[in-house]
C-alpha cells in the first residue's frame, strides 16, 4: 500500500517537474529550480492535507496556500492545471510568461481562480499569509470551527527568509501563536550569487524558533518524512517551520544543485536528460491520465468537504462575510451634517478617529491597528478591543513597530475576506512599507492606509519623520487613492470612500496640528469624491487658488487678504488627485478655469502638473523639511498665505 | 576605589539624566525616557572604552558611536557637551529642537561634529553601522592595526531590533563575523503603545545568536556588570549584542518604567522629584566642574591615543583616506573616445559593467556589491574579489537578497571614509531599500545605487519586477541625482558624475536590453552632467522630442519618421533631471525650445513637468505592466515611434 501511495505521488510530482521545464523552455524564460525542487513537497501537501475545491476557489473556509518564493510560479500553474482549475488548461500552461495569459511570470492576483496573493517581490508571500492566517484566527473566534476553520500553507524560498519583511512576519506570527501557519522552506542552499553561504549563515530554524514558532526539518524527497512534519505542523499549537532539506532543480542529472538551475530555461539537451531521469516518458505539455485523476482526486476531496461545510455553516457567518457597507453613506451623512453644526477646530488625525467612531459602529468587520503609533495615529476608537494571542475576538491589532508587515498583513486579512483592516503609521514611514503598498494596489485590495502627521506640521521630530517627497512618491503609485483632507468632513468623507472602496486601496493622509472647518455648509453629496471642487467661488475669478489638507486654511487666508485688495481669489480644495484625474474634462475645466493658478502644499510640486503649467506658482517645499516646532517651520520655508498672495499677484 | 569610580560615573550619569529632562522640558518636545534609562550604559561605555577626540571628530581612526535609537538624542548632544565638543555648547542644548539649532530632534549627520550618522528611522543606525565595522574589517586588511583598529559601538531600542531592516544587518554582520561591532540594546520592555509583549514575544539572545553573534545581558544600572559585558563583547570574535537591562526614564520616580516617559516632557513637577531622587542639586543646565572634569578626562584620553596614532600610520594608508578622484575624468574622456569608435550596442547594464572596468582600475577604493543579483545587475568587474568572512581585503560584497540591509550598509561604508561603495539591484526593488536611500540623500552621503532593469523592458517577470512610477518616485527625493542613461557613453558619463560626487548619492538605472550607442561622435565634455541636452539639433525645430534611457532611440526613430514627412523634430536626451534642473534659464530655454514638445519615457509622466505643460505630449505608462516579452510590452502599452509621430503631429 506505501509503496503504490509512493509511486502514485512521485509521478504526481514529475507531473509538475515536467510541465515546468517544459513551460520555462517553451518560454525561453522562467524558473525551473524552485518548481522541480518542490514538486514532491508541494505533492505530499496538496494530495494528503489541503482542503480546496476547484470548482468553488473562492470556497471561504478552504486552505490557503500561498507561493511566496513567486519566481517559482510553474508549480503553481502546474498544480492549478492538475487539479483541474476550469481556466487553467494546458494552453495556458503552453503560453506561459506571454501577454494576456494568465500564466504571468510571478503569480497575480487576479489572473487566474485559485492564486490567493500577487507574490514575486520577495518575503511578501509569507508575510501576507500571516494576515491570513490571524484572519482565520479572529474569525474563527467570531464565528467557530463549524464556520471557519483552515490552515495557510506557504512555501518560502531562501531570499523570502533573508528579506527583512520576514523578520516582521515571523516576529508577529510568533507573538500571536498562529498555530494554523504553516510554512515550508525550500532549503536548497542555493540563491541566484550562488550558494547561500556566500551571504548567510543563519540558522533558520534557531531564528523561528527564537520567535516562538514550532520547528522541524525534512527530507524534501522523502515523500513520508515531508508527510511526517506536515502532520507534525499541523498539530502543534505554534505556526510552523518545516525545513525542506531539497536539491534544486531535482531531476535534472546534469544541473540540479546548481544556481545556474534558478532562473533559466534548462535547454533541450538536458530536458531529455530529466525525462530519462525521472523516468518521465511522455511528450512536452502530456500528462497521462492517471495522474491527472490522481491530482482530480484532491480537487474531489475538497468539493466533498465543502458540500459537508454548505451544510453547517451559520447564517450569521453567510452574512458577513459579504462585507455589507450599504449602511455607511447615510451614517456618515448624518455626522457631516453635525460636523458642519459643531464647527470643530480639530487635527485630521484627530478628526479621522471621530470618523472612526461612525465607521467602526455601523461597520462590525473592520479590523484597526498601528504600528505602535495608537496613540499618534488615532487609529483605535472607543470600543475597539486589542486582539491578543489569548483572545482573537478583539478588532484592534498592536503591529509592532513593523509598518512593512503591518501593511502585507493587512493585504493578508483583505484578501482572505470578511473584513476590513486599516493601519496606521506616520506618513514618513510610508517608505517602509512602499513594496506592500504597491501590491495592495497592484492587487486591487481595498487596504485603508492611514497616514498621520503629513508634512512639516510634525514638527520637532524633524526630516527624518516629515513627509516631504512622499504626497508625489504615492501618488505616483497606480491605483491608489491618495486623500488629503482639509478638515473634518472631508475626512468623514474620505472615510466612506475608504471604505466603499472595491477594488483600490485608500490612504488618508491627516495633520498633526488643528485645522478649522472650512465645509461650513452641509452638502449631503461627497464632495471629496470628485477630487477636487471650488470651497471659495467668487462670481469672477482673476486666480484660482489650489491647495490641500492643512494648506486649505493658508489659501484661503490668502484669498482673504486679495479680497481685500480687490483681487477675486476662487479656492479649490484639492484632496485627492486621483479622483480629479478621473473626472471629465468639462468638471476639470470647470473648476481649474482660465485664470493663472497657484497651488499651495507643504510637499515639493512633483504631481501638481495635474492642476499646474510650468508658469503658474506654486508654494511648497524644495528640498527636506527641519526640526522646530511647526509654525516656526511655515515660516522658515515660506508657506505663508503672504507667499500665496505674491505669487498670486506677480501672475495677475 | 571601586566605590570612588562608581559615584564619580554615577555623577557623570545623572549628568545625562538632568541635561536630557531639562532640555525636552524647556523644548516642550522630545524624548526623555530613553537617555535617562540608557544614561549608565552610555557612561561606563565612553569613560572605560571609547577613543574619540572631540578636538578631532574626524580622525579616522576613531571609535564610531552610532545612536540607532535616534529619537534619544539628547543622549547624544548631552555626552558631546560633556566632552567638550567645541559645536555643542549650553546654548545649544537650551536650544533643542529650535530651529538653526544644531541639536535636532533627531541625531542629523554634518548638523553637528561627532554625529557619525542620521538616525531616526529605526533600524536604520543598527544597519548603518554593518556598513561602518565591515569598512573598518576592509580598511584593516588592506592598511593593517596601525592604521585602522577601532569598534563600532551602537545602542538600540526595541523599535530598531523590531523593524525589518535589523534582520537584515544582523544576519550580514554575523555571516561576515564582524566581530569589532558592539550593539548595546536599551532592553526596557517598553515601545509607544505600552509594553513590548503587546506586540513581541521574540527571544532577542537566541535570534542575534542564530545569526552568529556574541550574546550576553546585563543589569543595566550597574556599572560594573556593563563595563563586564563590554569588555567580553570586545573580546570575543562575534558581533556582540548586549541585553542591557534598563529602565526607561531611571531616575523620574513616579514615571519611570513607564511608556509615558517616552515622548513626552516629565513636566516641573516630576523633573523636581527626579532631582531628589538622583540626588542632583544643580540648576537647570548647570553641570558641576568636577563633572566636566570627568567627561573630559575621556576627550583627553582620545586625544592621546590620536596623537599616538598619527605617529605610527603608514603614507599609504594616509594617501588613500583622500578617496582621490581627479584621475577619472581623464580615464573616461579616453573610454568614451573608445566607444565612439567601437559604437557598441549593448544593454546599459553591461556598458556601466564596461564602465566599472574603467572605474575600478582608476579608483582603488570602490567597493562594490549587490543584494544577490551580481549575474543580472552586471556590478562585477573582472579584477574585483568577493569579501569573505576569512578575508576581507576584497572589493566586492555579496549582499545577500537584502536590498535595505545594502543600502544602510553602503551607508555606513561611505561614511566611514576611505572608501567609495556602490550596489545593485533591480529598479523595481528600489522601494524596498527606500529609506536608506532618502537617508543618503538627506545626509549628502556619495553612495552610489546601481537600479537594473529599469522599466517594462525586464519583460516576462512583469509587474511586480517592472519599474513604473519608480522614476518618478526617486527623482522625487530631494539631493538624489538619478541619472537614466541611453547608451554606453552617457553610462560612462553617469559613473563619473557618481564618482565624482562628493555630497549627493547618485542612482545609475540601466536597461536589460541592447541599445545602440547614440553619441556617435566623441565629446570630451561630460554632457550628461547639464541633465538634458540637444542629440538631433535640426537647424530650424517643427518639434522638441524629449525621451531619456531606451526611449531615446525610439524618439529617434520618430525623428526620421518625422523628416521622411518633412516635419523637424530637435531630440533632447534627458539622463537626469536634477542636473537639468539646476541648469540656468537661457540653457534650459535652448535645449527645451519654443515648438510643441513630446516626451517618451516608459514609465508615468509624473515629474515630467520639468520639461512638459500639460498641452505637451507624452508617450509613456499610465499603469503597472504585464509579463510578456519586452517588445511585445513595448506595442501592448503603445510606446513607439509611431506614438511618438501622432503626438507630434497632432501638435504641430
Known amino acids: 500500500m506505501k509503496d503504490i501511495q509512493t509511486t502514485q505521488e512521485t509521478e504526481m510530482a514529475n507531473a509538475i517537474r515536467a510541465l515546468a521545464m517544459d513551460a520555462v523552455q517553451r518560454a525561453n524564460s522562467g524558473h525551473p529550480g524552485m518548481p522541480m525542487g518542490m514538486a514532491d513537497v508541494a505533492t505530499v501537501l496538496f494530495n494528503r492535507f489541503i482542503s480546496i475545491d476547484p470548482s468553488a476557489p473562492k470556497w471561504p473556509d478552504r486552505d490557503r496556500f500561498v507561493l511566496s518564493a513567486g519566481h517559482g510560479s510553474m508549480l503553481l500553474y502546474a498544480i492549478h492545471h492538475l487539479l483541474g482549475y476550469a481556466d487553467m488548461d494546458m494552453d495556458q500552461l503552453r503560453n506561459f510568461r506571454q501577454l494576456g495569459s494568465r500564466t504571468a511570470g510571478h503569480p497575480e492576483y487576479g489572473h487566474a481562480d485559485g492564486i490567493e496573493v500577487t507574490t514575486g517581490p520577495l518575503g511578501q508571500g509569507i508575510a501576507t499569509s500571516v494576515g491570513m492566517a490571524l484572519a482565520e484566527k479572529m474569525k474563527n473566534a467570531r464565528y467557530s470551527d463549524d464556520n471557519v476553520n483552515h490552515f495557510t500553507y506557504v512555501i518560502a524560498g531562501d531570499g523570502c527568509l533573508m528579506e527583512g519583511i520576514s523578520h516582521e512576519a515571523i516576529d508577529l506570527a510568533g507573538h500571536l501563536g498562529l498555530g494554523k501557519l504553516v510554512v515550508m522552506w525550500d532549503d536548497n542552499a542555493i540563491t541566484i550569487d550562488g550558494d547561500t553561504n556566500l551571504s548567510t549563515s543563519t540558522d533558520q530554524q534557531a531564528r523561528f524558533a527564537a520567535a516562538g514558532w514550532h520547528v522541524s526539518a525534512c527530507d524534501g524527497h522523502d515523500m513520508e518524512a515531508i508527510a511526517d512534519a506536515i502532520a507534525a505542523a499541523r498539530h502543534d499549537p505554534r505556526p510552523s517551520l518545516i525545513a525542506c532539506r531539497t536539491i534544486i532543480g531535482f531531476g535534472a542529472p546534469n544541473k540540479q544543485g546548481c544556481h545556474d538551475v534558478h532562473g533559466a530555461p534548462l535547454g533541450d539537451a538536458e530536458i531529455a536528460a530529466a525525462r530519462k531521469q525521472l523516468n518521465w516518458a511522455y511528450e512536452p505539455f502530456e500528462i497521462p491520465q492517471q495522474t491527472y485523476d490522481a491530482w482530480r482526486a484532491i480537487a474531489a476531496r475538497g468539493a466533498a468537504k465543502r458540500a459537508e461545510w454548505e451544510k453547517r455553516i451559520s447564517a450569521e457567518f453567510q452574512a458577513a462575510e459579504d462585507c455589507d457597507t450599504s449602511a455607511l453613506p447615510a451614517a456618515i451623512e448624518a455626522f457631516k451634517r ?64 513593523r509598518e512593512h508587515g503591518m501593511a502585507a498583513a493587512m493585504n493578508g486579512i483583505a484578501l482572505h475576506g470578511g473584513l476590513k483592516p486599516y493601519g496606521g503609521t506616520f506618513m514618513a514611514f510610508a517608505d517602509y512599507c512602499r513594496p506592500a503598498i504597491r501590491l495592495s494596489a497592484l492587487m486591487g485590495v481595498p487596504v485603508t492606509y492611514v497616514m498621520t502627521h503629513d508634512s512639516i506640521d510634525l514638527g520637532e521630530d524633524g526630516p527624518t519623520h516629515q513627509p516631504d517627497e512622499h504626497l508625489a512618491s504615492l501618488r505616483a503609485i497606480p491605483n491608489l487613492l491618495v486623500m488629503r483632507p482639509t478638515d473634518a468632513v472631508e475626512t468623514a468623507e474620505a472615510w466612506e470612500i475608504a471604505m466603499m472602496s472595491e477594488d483600490k486601496p485608500v490612504m488618508i493622509v491627516s495633520s498633526r496640528q488643528n485645522l478649522p472647518l472650512q465645509r461650513v455648509d452641509h452638502v449631503a453629496e461627497n464632495l471629496s469624491a470628485r477630487g477636487a471642487y471650488l470651497l471659495r467661488d467668487p462670481a469672477q475669478r482673476d486666480v484660482t487658488l489650489i491647495a490641500t489638507g492643512s494648506e486649505v486654511e493658508i489659501a484661503m487666508v490668502a484669498a482673504d487678504q486679495l479680497e481685500a485688495e480687490g483681487i ?26 482660465t485664470a493663472p493658478r497657484v497651488g499651495c502644499e507643504a510637499a515639493i510640486r512633483q504631481g501638481w502638473d495635474l492642476f499646474l503649467d510650468r508658469q503658474d506658482g506654486f508654494v511648497g517645499m524644495k528640498g527636506f523639511g527641519a526640526s522646530a516646532p511647526a509654525p516656526a517651520l511655515y515660516e522658515h520655508f515660506g508657506i505663508t498665505a503672504q507667499a500665496i498672495v505674491n505669487q498670486a499677484k506677480s501672475r495677475i
Chains 1, 2 share one sequence.
Open 568 to 593: 477675486k481669489a476662487a479656492v479649490v480644495s484639492a484632496p485627492c488627485f486621483e479622483l480629479f484625474d478621473a473626472q471629465d474634462q468639462a468638471y476639470r475645466n470647470a473648476i481649474l478655469g
Open 338 to 401: 453635525q460636523l458642519s453644526q459643531d464647527k470643530p477646530k480639530v487635527a485630521t488625525r484627530k478628526a479621522s478617529q471621530m470618523a472612526l467612531e461612525v465607521v467602526n459602529a455601523t461597520l462590525p468587520f473592520t479590523v484597526g491597528g498601528s504600528a505602535d503609533l495608537t496613540g499618534s495615529n488615532l487609529t483605535k476608537s472607543s470600543e475597539m478591543q486589542s486582539v491578543t494571542p489569548q483572545d482573537f475576538s478583539g478588532d484592534y491589532i498592536h503591529y509592532g513597530i
